[in-house]
């Protein structure tokens, strides 16, 4: 049976609930299937989105960035809660009028304290895990990690547990008299994939590209 994400007033779909969920699988799927994400906080009364790279281990969502980066350092700091938005384009639904006009998407809105890990080999252990996702089999062939790019990255998480989810999956939803209005109508799906890979200039030697990952 699947869990279910804490609903609070922050939490809590109040536009369109009937597209909300609590599901916490759902949750999971989306931010699993997804690379980027955009984390919203106050600093000095001034509202910053940033966008960057997330990835999951069991509960937690994780972020990294520069150690003196506002969405890094600034929430630690004064232990306030984040915001991250995480969402997906599925498709643009074409309606007989503008104003019906939409979207299917899927999206995961989360809230939380970050919580800064500093213990090397965990940071170490969470690098491979983001760079598994992004390219799986890559981390071995690298050039291991120094202790000064580990102290350079900040690096920290929230717990997946107060966020909701808000999904759109339909055909156009038009006014009943529109209905027989001569305009195509429909959805128009989004696919996403990888292009062909294109090697650094400065690199001579031939050798093997990765695989496109297929997760998002």
């Keep these: 049976m699947s869990q279910s994400l804490e609903e609070t007033a922050l939490s809590k779909v109040k536009r369109g609930p009937n597209r909300a969920s609590y599901d916490k699988d759902i949750a999971l799927h989306i931010i699993d299937s997804s690379l980027m994400c955009h984390v919203g906080q106050t600093k000095d009364g001034q509202v910053f989105v ?3 790279c997330h990835w999951r281990d069991g509960d937690y969502l994780y972020w990294h960035g520069h150690s003196k980066a506002r969405n890094v350092k600034g929430p630690i700091d004064a232990q306030e809660k984040v915001c991250i938005n995480i969402s997906q384009l599925d498709g643009l ?3 007989r009028s503008a104003f019906h ?12 304290v970050p919580e800064r890990v500093e213990e090397k080999e965990e940071k170490v252990r969470q690098f ?5 996702k992004v390219s799986p089999g890559r981390w071995d062939e690298l050039r291991p ?3 000064q790019e580990i102290k350079a990255t900040g690096l920290v998480r929230i717990k997946i547990e107060e ?11 038009d006014d009943p008299a ?8 429909g959805v128009i799906p989004f696919e996403k994939q990888w292009g062909e890979v294109e090697q650094d200039p400065i690199q001579t030697a031939i050798l093997p590209f990765p695989t496109s990952p297929s997760a998002f």
């Design 50 to 52: 940033t966008p960057t």
């Design 145 to 147: 990690v120094n202790d």
């Design 128 to 132: 491979k895990i983001f760079l598994e």
């Design 101 to 112: 006009h939409s979207v299917n998407y899927r999206s995961v809105t989360l809230f939380g």
């Design 93 to 95: 639904v074409m309606a």
């Design 163 to 173: 966020a909701s989810v808000k999904m759109r999956a339909e055909p156009p939803i």
């Design 178 to 185: 529109d209905k027989d209005w001569p305009v195509w109508a």
